[in-house]
């Protein structure tokens, strides 16, 4: 199935590890085959990942750009979803977790990354709570 990508003027995106940007139109792109794509806004610098949350998904979207090229993007997912299962205790954000391990596993990277974000507001609902 295509991927139809409507592009903002000047916005950025990754194509298969190219960083490519859009001229000053607003541009439409159809992608035929599979690619692993990132918009701009989906794209996180390492200086971004600030909390548990965000360095899984630093994690996983490093497994989706490099494919299978390293080892390390999988060890530090591993690493960081169990320190973020061990101090998560709510049987739904857990259950998150496991389906995103899940998608990680399968290779399903970008639902991983898409799941992954929903992690944001439960984790800041947990950091913000006081008692």
Known sequence: M????S???GEKFVLNGAVLANGDKRTSLVIQNK?????????MQPDGATTPARRIYLAIMMMYLDGEAS??????????MTEFMGAIGTPA????CVEISRDVAQGSYYKALIACR?????EQERLSYEP
Do not use: M, T
């Open 2 to 5: 295509p991927l139809k990508l």
């Open 7 to 9: 592009l903002k003027p």
């Open 35 to 43: 690619a692993c794509v990132l918009r701009e806004k989906d794209i």
């Open 71 to 80: 080892e390390e993007p999988y060890n530090e997912f591993a690493l960081r």
């Open 93 to 96: 954000i857990l259950a998150a």
């Open 118 to 122: 929903k992690l944001y507001d439960l």
